[in-house]
């Protein structure tokens, strides 16, 4: 099993900057995509960031210049960092890796537990 723990979230005013963090350990042989979502109350879970294996990154257009995805393939953690925050990025956010167990198990989804993210305005 592969376990996400995700850190970083908080309380912040509009405009300011927060920094996401996640760390993937456990029975891990290779980790392909990483990845961020977010739910807010009352709607569905949607994609904010993910990030491959070579770098290559993918945003939600409403994030798109404000919010950068990294990877530290050594560490097996990924980051987010957001700035110019708004109150409309308040919600849940959660680490998503996409990753095999052993060198013959298919990949599968692994979620982390979720981080509180609150902008005030």
């Known amino acids: 099993q592969v376990q996400l723990v995700e850190s970083g979230g908080g309380l912040v005013q509009a405009g300011d900057s927060l920094r996401l963090s996640c760390a993937a350990s456990g029975s891990i042989f290779s980790i392909n995509a990483m990845g961020w979502y977010r739910q807010a109350p009352g709607k569905l879970r949607e994609l904010v960031a993910t990030?491959?294996?070579?770098?290559?990154?993918n945003y939600a257009d409403s994030v798109k210049g404000r919010f950068t995805i990294s990877r530290d393939n050594a560490k097996n953690t990924v980051y987010l960092q957001m700035n110019s925050l708004k109150p409309e990025d308040t919600a849940v956010y959660y680490c998503?890796?996409?990753?095999?167990?052993?060198?013959?198990?298919?990949?599968?989804?692994?979620w982390g537990q979720g981080t509180q993210v609150t902008v005030s305005s």
């Open positions: 998503n890796t996409v990753a095999q167990t052993t060198r013959f198990s298919l990949s599968a989804d692994y």
């Open positions: 990030i491959t294996s070579g770098g290559s990154t």
